[in-house]
Structures are given as structure tokens and as C-alpha cells.
């Protein structure tokens, strides 16, 4: 019988076990990355917001990423806020009384506790505080008889993009399909938006709201560097 995800996607399980957003040396997924924040502008950033309005949001998500590293107030006020959620301890019920549903909701909550890479999840996930969104990407294990998660692998969130139609539907970016990107494998990823705003995902993260005052706050430490 086919099983389908909860966006009616159907579920593939021959590519569950093969990694599908993978970095390289080269191509639309290089793992290396040039800087944005060194010698950054008002022009220059204007731009780099208008091109994360039209969807072309790389440059902006290397911006967020080194706001984070260079800004030590910013990365303790992102990082207060996910250790509020990673330190709370997660707990599974069940969707009703019926013993079947009391079995799985058992074995989900010690599947839970016994997974080492669960805390190291859930602070990728809380990426989307600062980006607007964050995915990772599930390393499936099959056995006789069940899928088990064997860990969790962040997805650099500029392997990402959205449909060119509505701006929703996260996509993987590929060398097959530059424009579009390739669709996610259902059960293959975890994704998640912040929703601290309404609207696209990639326009919600805390850093499209600082990245001006950001700026201006930097300006004002190199003047003083200059200074001294």
C-alpha cells in the first residue's frame, strides 16, 4: 500500500537511504562560501535585500551567518533563545487511549530518549530564529522490520530555495534544474519556519530585521578601532 506524507507527497522508499542534498567542491552546492559582511554598504545591503525579495536569497543567508559570528550580542540574544527550547525535555502522548496508540506513543518517546543526535536536531532546527527557515536532512537506517533515524545532517541553507511560483515550497537547489531546483523526497527531510512574522519564510528571521541596525552598529566600531 502506498504511503504518503502529510503534503500528499508520495513516500519513495528507495531514496530514503540515499543523501539527496549532499556539499561539493564545485557546482550549486559548494561548500565554501565568499564573504558578504566585509566591507558591506547601505547600497550594498539594500541590494542584497532586494534580490532576497525576488527569491534570490544566498547572498542574504551568508549575511545572517556572519552577522551571528560577528556580533557578539546578537549570537548570545539567538543563542539564549535556542537553549530555551533545547533544554526543554520532549515528551510524547499518545492520540488516544486505545492500546495501539499508547504502544506507538512508547516507542516514539524511547526512541526519543535513546537517540543521541535529538538535542544536536533540534538546535539546527532553531536556525530559523535567525534565517527564517532551517531544514535537516534524515540518514535513514532499515532493518528486518522497521526505518529507524540513524542522525540528522543540517542542510546549509544555501542549498535552498523556493518555488517560483508562490514562494513556499522549499526546494533543493540543483545542477539539473538551476531555475527550480529539485523537490524534497518525502520523509527525507525536517523543515521548519520561525513565523516570526507574516509572510515568506526567508523575510521572517530575526537578521532581515537587524541587518540595517547591523550595519550602522558596525560602522560606528570600525570608526572607533580607527580611532584607537
Given at each position: 500500500m502506498p504511503?504518503?506524507?502529510?503534503?500528499?507527497?508520495?513516500?519513495?522508499?528507495a531514496m530514503l537511504t540515499k543523501p539527496q542534498?549532499?556539499?561539493?567542491?564545485t557546482g550549486v552546492r559548494n561548500a565554501w562560501q565568499s564573504s558578504v559582511a566585509s566591507g558591506l554598504t547601505p547600497q550594498r545591503l539594500a541590494s542584497i535585500l532586494r534580490a532576497c525579495d525576488d527569491g534570490q536569497i544566498e547572498d542574504f543567508l551568508v549575511l545572517a551567518e556572519e552577522m551571528e559570528e560577528r556580533d557578539p550580542h546578537y549570537f548570545s540574544v539567538l543563542g539564549m533563545?535556542?537553549?530555551?527550547?533545547?533544554s526543554i525535555v520532549p515528551s510524547v502522548k499518545p492520540a488516544?487511549?486505545?492500546?495501539?496508540?499508547?504502544?506507538?506513543?512508547?516507542e516514539v518517546q524511547r526512541a526519543i530518549a535513546d537517540h543521541e543526535g535529538l538535542p544536536d536536531l533540534i538546535e539546527d532546527m532553531?536556525?530559523?530564529?535567525?534565517?527564517?527557515?532551517?531544514?535537516?536532512?534524515?540518514?535513514w537506517l532499515k532493518d528486518a522490520d522497521r526505518w529507524t533515524p540513524r542522525k540528522f545532517d543540517r542542510v546549509d541553507p544555501r542549498f535552498?530555495?523556493?518555488?517560483?511560483?508562490?514562494?513556499?515550497?522549499?526546494?533543493?537547489?540543483d545542477i539539473g534544474n538551476v531555475i527550480d531546483g529539485k523537490p524534497m523526497d518525502a520523509y527525507k527531510f525536517i523543515r521548519h519556519t520561525a513565523r516570526l512574522k507574516s509572510g515568506m519564510a526567508f523575510r521572517g528571521g530575526i537578521a532581515r530585521i537587524v541587518a540595517f541596525s547591523w550595519m550602522c552598529k558596525f560602522y560606528s566600531l570600525k570608526d572607533w578601532m580607527a580611532f584607537i
Open positions: 504511503i504518503y506524507d502529510q503534503y500528499g507527497n508520495l513516500v519513495r522508499p542534498a549532499e556539499p561539493g567542491m533563545r535556542k537553549r530555551v527550547v533545547s488516544s487511549n486505545a492500546p495501539e496508540d499508547r504502544r506507538i506513543a512508547e532553531l536556525d530559523s530564529l535567525g534565517k527564517g527557515f532551517s531544514v535537516v536532512e534524515i540518514d535552498i530555495q523556493f518555488d517560483r511560483v508562490t514562494g513556499r515550497e522549499m526546494r533543493i537547489r
